[in-house]
């Protein structure tokens, strides 16, 4: 998915060291989403948790996105035109509905429920997205993972993963990325990484064994969930609830009458300075500027998308501001 924002903010992630907890627990954070109109003949909303100012990445994840449940009747659904991306790998997972994706790997897939697509843009990638005819209602959420500078000039890549349902103490859980509740996934990432689709069953409590070198997060879909360590946290539907390395253990609670349903994401800390603008993730401002000339003119290193018929070809670049990015410190983790 592209960030289309027309004025994006630059945005240049450094990992803090670590800080030592409370008593020696992780840390526990409530971060709120922001609303961001997407595109398409009606402009369909996204909330989006990450980037913020409260924090920049949780392991390697550096972009969250959560939308719908959305008519597309409505709302116009999901129509964008190919783009581009370097230094990273984007991340589709649906709750409700059916995405035609198409990159100039020359990949033409579906996106549906329960299977996750994972596409590398390292050197440089392009692809479009677009809601297909038949989806009615359009749920999801669109995740991007910064890549490590020995793998940010990965080539194009593709991948496709149905994760079992498999049962938990209190619900079930889909595993896309990385391990968790004795499932695995088979998909590739350059850095320690989880991805989960976890189902809190009324009023159930979950209690998951975590890598206690990870960052955690959990973002609610639906329903109200506490996220607990000694201490814990009640997260509302869209907000995403940060817990720090040290935490061998996260409980999850349904504070609700009715299922609840998160996403969980987790990684270790990303050691690494990262700068976002755009559909871009680089490392420095000139770089950025070489990505955008490259997209402009044209260049190879982005390729094509065949078959997309959209009203415009191509998504022009955003302007890029005059000012310069200024560092920023993503807070301790711990």
Same mark, same amino acid.
């Given at each position: 998915?592209?960030?289309?924002?027309?004025?994006?903010?630059?945005?240049?992630?450094?990992?803090?060291?670590?800080?030592?907890?409370?008593?020696?627990?992780?840390?526990?954070?409530?971060?709120?989403?922001?609303?961001?109109?997407? &595109?398409?003949?009606?402009?369909?909303?996204?909330?989006?948790?990450?980037?913020?100012?409260?924090?920049?990445?949780?392991?390697?994840?550096?972009?969250?996105?959560?939308?719908?449940?959305? $008519?597309?009747?409505?709302?116009?659904?999901?129509?964008?035109?190919?783009?581009?991306?370097?230094?990273?790998?984007?991340?589709?997972?649906?709750?409700?509905?059916?995405?035609?994706?198409?990159?100039?790997?020359?990949?033409?897939? %579906?996106?549906?429920? *329960?299977?996750?697509?994972? %596409?590398?843009?390292?050197?440089?990638?392009?692809?479009?997205?677009? +809601?297909?005819?038949?989806?009615?209602?359009?749920? *999801?959420?669109?995740?991007?993972?910064? #890549?490590?500078?020995?793998?940010? $000039?990965?080539?194009?890549?593709?991948?496709?993963?149905?994760?079992?349902?498999?049962?938990?103490? &209190?619900?079930?859980?889909?595993?896309?990325?990385?391990?968790?509740?004795?499932? +695995?996934?088979?998909?590739?990432? /350059?850095?320690? #990484?989880? &991805?989960?689709?976890?189902?809190?069953?009324?009023?159930? +409590? !979950?209690?998951?064994?975590?890598?206690?070198?990870?960052?955690?997060?959990?973002?609610?879909?639906?329903?109200?969930?506490? #996220?607990?360590?000694?201490?814990?946290?009640?997260?509302?539907?869209?907000?995403?609830?940060?817990?720090?390395?040290?935490?061998?253990?996260?409980?999850? @609670?349904?504070?609700?009458?009715?299922?609840?349903?998160?996403?969980?994401?987790?990684?270790?800390? /990303?050691?690494?300075?990262? !700068?976002?603008?755009?559909?871009?993730?680089?490392?420095?401002?000139?770089?950025?500027?070489?990505?955008?000339?490259?997209?402009?003119?044209?260049?190879?290193?982005?390729?094509?998308?065949?078959?997309?018929?959209?009203?415009?070809?191509?998504?022009?670049?955003?302007?890029?501001?005059?000012?310069?990015?200024?560092?920023? @410190?993503?807070?301790?983790?711990?």
């Amino acid at each position: 998915m592209s960030n289309v924002e027309t004025q994006p903010v630059e945005i240049e992630c450094e990992h803090g060291p670590d800080a030592p907890g409370s008593a020696g627990r992780p840390l526990l954070e409530v971060i709120s989403s922001r609303e961001v109109p997407l &595109g398409g003949p009606r402009a369909m909303p996204v909330r989006r948790t990450l980037p913020q100012r409260a924090r920049s990445l949780i392991g390697a994840w550096c972009f969250a996105d959560h939308y719908g449940p959305d $008519d597309v009747a409505l709302t116009g659904g999901m129509d964008v035109a190919p783009h581009p991306h370097t230094g990273l790998q984007t991340v589709s997972w649906l709750f409700t509905g059916e995405i035609e994706h198409r990159d100039s790997k020359g990949v033409h897939a %579906m996106v549906r429920p *329960g299977e996750v697509n994972l %596409m590398t843009g390292g050197h440089g990638i392009c692809h479009s997205e677009v +809601s297909t005819p038949e989806t009615t209602i359009l749920h *999801g959420v669109q995740l991007w993972v910064a #890549l490590p500078d020995a793998a940010r $000039d990965a080539p194009r890549n593709f991948e496709h993963y149905v994760p079992p349902v498999v049962s938990v103490d &209190g619900g079930s859980a889909r595993v896309f990325l990385g391990s968790v509740a004795g499932s +695995s996934s088979p998909v590739h990432t /350059f850095t320690p #990484l989880l &991805g989960a689709e976890l189902t809190l069953e009324p009023r159930a +409590s !979950v209690r998951l064994d975590v890598d206690p070198t990870f960052e955690h997060g959990v973002l609610v879909d639906t329903g109200s969930v506490r #996220l607990e360590d000694i201490d814990g946290v009640d997260l509302a539907r869209a907000d995403l609830g940060y817990a720090g390395i040290g935490a061998s253990q996260l409980t999850l @609670t349904n504070l609700t009458d009715e299922p609840a349903r998160v996403v969980l994401l987790g990684g270790e800390p /990303f050691g690494e300075e990262i !700068v976002m603008w755009w559909n871009f993730v680089g490392r420095s401002h000139e770089e950025i500027e070489a990505f955008l000339d490259a997209w402009q003119a044209e260049a190879e290193r982005f390729g094509a998308v065949q078959g997309y018929t959209g009203d415009v070809a191509r998504l022009p670049a955003p302007p890029l501001p005059n000012a310069r990015i200024k560092p920023r @410190t993503n807070p301790p983790s711990a």
